[in-house]
């Protein structure tokens, strides 16, 4: 913030507050409970990230201060490219020639075109039109799924807990960008894996979950792997983080794990932004980007 910023008074939680009554912005990813509403002359909360799960979820959050998440190109270029990496490393079968190369095995298995891949997106927001336009212009069927119809030019739109089954019934990749509400808590469960489309040239499902842990049944998609309903899994974010030693997908031959590295917030970048903001505020100009606290994101 100094060096973006370097006119602004930056306070650091815990050590370096001061008069907490001098302080009006608040930049947080998961701050403790309390610490937010020990803050009285508060404007404005800056989550450092798009997801504020982290922040909602502090019981003693004030109900009347705007919330601004993050929605920067860094960050979406960020997913993008994590989304179309997994996508692609499953469509490639990047894990089984890795493993033949150690092996040395030179099985030139048959290979198949994007377009022969439904890619569905759970999550249509900043972050999933984004990762849904890169896999339609490389050739795959991409639909996404979202509260509200998109209108996104070769790509299908469902919207709503009515047309979710239909989207699921075309998709061979189901990737999520949800952000974790109530309402999309436990979605990547059994019975969901069961509706996805088994007509892909895997014989079965693939799951990649960019948008919370708490989205995926960890169980079941094991579960569904062993039983041959789920093809593979990549997965980034997990119940609880960092994912324990003992947990079971470390080792499955056919998750991938990777540790909540999907789109990394930029220190410097996100600190502009934040920095942005705030001036922005300061001029008495409305802000952006802002948390709908009913709905959760
Ligand atoms: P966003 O712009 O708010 O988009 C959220 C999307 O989810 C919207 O399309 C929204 O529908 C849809 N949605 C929400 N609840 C739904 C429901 N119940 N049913 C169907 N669709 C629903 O958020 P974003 O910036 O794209 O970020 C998405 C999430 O990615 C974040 O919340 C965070 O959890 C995750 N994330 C993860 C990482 C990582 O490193 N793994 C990094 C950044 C973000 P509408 O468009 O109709 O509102
Ligand atoms: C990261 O997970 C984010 O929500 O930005």
């Not at 795959?140 to 699921?168: H, M, N, Q, T, Y």
């Not at 979605?187 to 990649?208: D, H, Q």
């Amino acid at each position: 913030m100094k060096k973006v910023a370097p006119d602004l008074d930056v306070r650091v939680w815990p050590d370096q507050m001061g008069n907490v009554a001098d302080i009006e912005y608040c930049a947080a990813w998961l701050p403790p409970p309390g610490v937010v509403k020990s803050l009285p002359n508060l404007k404005v909360i800056m989550s450092l990230g798009a997801g504020v799960d982290a922040i909602l979820k502090d019981p003693t959050l004030p109900h009347d201060i705007p919330i601004v998440r993050v929605n920067d190109p860094d960050l979406t270029g960020r997913m993008t490219e994590y989304i179309v990496l997994h996508v692609l490393m499953h469509h490639r079968q990047q894990r089984r020639i890795d493993d033949n190369q150690r092996n040395k095995i030179w099985d030139s298995f048959p290979t198949h075109a994007a377009r022969e891949l439904s890619v569905g997106i759970m999550g249509l927001g900043v972050m999933g039109v984004d990762s849904a336009i890169k896999l339609r212009d490389i050739g795959f069927r991409v639909a996404g799924w979202s509260r509200s119809l998109k209108d996104i030019p070769g790509v299908e739109s469902f919207a709503g807990a009515e047309e979710f089954d239909a989207f699921l019934a075309r998709t061979d990749v189901l990737v999520s960008l949800l952000p974790a509400t109530r309402d999309t808590d436990g979605i990547i469960n059994r019975a969901t894996i069961r509706k996805l489309s088994r007509k892909g040239p895997f014989g079965a499902p693939i799951v990649i979950n960019a948008g919370r842990g708490r989205q995926q049944v960890s169980d079941d998609i094991l579960a569904a792997l062993d039983a041959g309903e789920l093809h593979a899994a990549t997965l980034d974010v997990f119940v609880p983080e960092p994912l324990p030693p003992y947990s079971p997908l470390w080792t499955h031959p056919r998750v991938t794990v990777t540790p909540h590295c999907a789109a990394d917030s930029d220190p410097e970048t996100i600190c502009a932004y934040v920095a942005a903001n705030i001036a922005k505020h300061q001029r008495g100009e409305k802000l952006k980007n802002l948390v709908d606290r009913a709905r959760g994101y």
